[in-house]
């Protein structure tokens, strides 16, 4: 078997002194006092309301700041497939009246 080689690129990149569970704590009070908006739908985040602490979709190593659980975990968008609006076109089809 070939020889595990280490990753390349350095591993003491500059913005890896805080781990995201600090990060995380450094938000909180702000979140929790209701002042933060989420990074994502831009709403702002209730307290109480379960939070993460979101990634930059281009650069995985850097955080946008808080987001909602729910707007983090999935970028999916429910699928409301539930409300069809069910428009029937009226059987109005302009009968040729034979007078
Ligand atoms: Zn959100």
Redesign the pocket.
């Known amino acids: 078997m070939g020889t595990h080689r280490a990753p390349r690129g350095t591993t003491t990149q500059r913005g890896y002194g805080v781990n995201h569970v600090e990060l995380r704590e450094q938000w909180r009070p702000h979140v929790e006092a209701g002042r933060v908006s989420?990074?994502?739908?831009?709403?702002p985040?209730k307290p109480g309301e379960p939070w993460d602490l979101g990634h930059d979709d281009h650069d995985r190593t850097k955080y946008r700041g808080p987001?909602?659980a729910?707007?983090?975990r999935g970028a999916s968008k429910r699928v409301t497939d539930a409300i069809t609006p069910a428009i029937d076109p009226p059987a109005t089809l302009d009968p040729k009246w034979d007078e």
Do not use: P
């Open positions: 989420c990074a994502r739908c831009k709403l985040i987001e909602h729910e707007c983090n």
